[in-house]
């Protein structure tokens, strides 16, 4: 069976960086560890505004965002720990409500880091 080869990390980071699509990190505590360029374009925060504050600022309200915590521990289409197409609501810096479905998955090194990578796509149509 062929290996398939490895992207290098480098590659992989700034492919992450530049995508169009709403790319968000956060740690265990839910802290934002990364924000990429996407995210900017879209939500319009500046990486110094979001990078270190926790990830319920992209939402409208901390319902909505335990909402999203809750069926990403369920399941929602996927396996625990993991949640496919969630459609929920980020807040834009200037207060739009714009429409996302969510891809995230706990992924963890140790049992001391867990990290939940959010893959987001505006679902607006303008």
């Not at 069976?1 to 740690?27: C, F, G, H, N, Q």
């Not at 979001?50 to 929602?76: F, I, N």
């Amino acid at each position: 069976m062929p290996t398939v080869p490895r992207l290098p990390s480098p590659y992989l980071e700034k492919l992450l960086a530049s995508s169009p699509d709403i790319i968000v990190a956060v740690d265990r505590t839910g802290t934002i560890i990364f924000y990429n360029d996407g995210a900017r374009s879209t939500l319009c925060y500046t990486p110094e505004e979001v990078l270190g504050q926790h990830v319920t600022r992209l939402y409208p309200d901390l319902a909505e965002a335990r909402k999203v915590m809750s069926a990403m521990r369920l399941g929602y289409g996927e396996p625990p720990g993991q949640a496919k197409n969630y459609e929920t609501v980020f807040v834009t810096k200037n207060g739009t409500r714009i429409p996302v479905a969510i891809c995230s998955s706990a992924r963890s090194r140790s049992a001391s880091r867990t990290r939940s990578t959010t893959p987001s796509r505006s679902s607006s149509t303008t």
